[in-house]
């Protein structure tokens, strides 16, 4: 009995019942369209990196700065918050030394992936990116770094606006 399938009620449809006309059947190619929309905390900071800054967003309730923006408050729910030009320097909160690429390919000179505590937004606040120009032997949680953007005419509101962050104190 416990392998047994449920029985569910209705009628059932055979491909007979298609090619007789017995079922209402509508054919046609349709023109579905999207458009993807990241809200307005991201889209407010991916405009931010095409400015060539890095924004977060501050609840005057909880006094807490987050990055990337929240379009509210996560803690206390407060739709009030305020947007924040935060700076382009941090510390490294974590990081891998990677001798295999994102497409897991083998490399020589390692990718540094970390992530980023940018200045200005609460600790524990920030993003992940690379860390380059720097020894890998020489990378260490709290080290101070900078981001290094790409010139401004290259740039396209994502997060490779900015290349990669660097120590500022090499």
């Known amino acids: 009995m416990a392998n ?6 209705g009628t059932g449809l ?27 905390g991201i889209s ?5 990196l095409r400015a060539g800054e890095i924004r977060g967003s501050h609840c005057p309730q909880c006094k807490r700065t987050v990055v990337p923006p929240r379009a509210f408050c996560e803690l206390c729910f ?7 030009v ?5 510390k490294v909160n974590t990081f891998s030394i990677c001798y295999v690429t994102w497409d897991m390919k083998r490399v020589k000179k390692p990718f540094i992936p970390a992530v980023i505590e ?5 600790p524990g ?6 860390i380059d120009g ?17 010139p401004e005419e290259n740039r396209e509101g994502a997060i490779t606006d900015i290349l990669h962050f660097r120590p500022t104190e090499v």
């Open 134 to 150: 720097v020894d890998p032997d020489r990378v260490e949680i709290g080290m101070p770094v900078r981001a290094v953007w790409k």
């Open 125 to 130: 606040m920030g993003i992940l990116h690379r």
């Open 86 to 90: 935060l700076q382009d320097t941090g």
């Open 78 to 84: 407060s739709p009030r918050v305020e947007w924040r």
């Open 44 to 48: 407010h900071y991916l405009d931010g």
């Open 14 to 40: 055979s491909r007979e019942d298609f090619a007789e006309g017995k079922v209402l059947l509508t054919r046609g190619s349709p023109k579905a369209k999207y458009a993807w929309d990241v809200g307005v």
């Open 118 to 122: 940018i200045d200005g937004a609460d």
């Open 4 to 9: 047994q399938l449920p029985e569910f009620p």
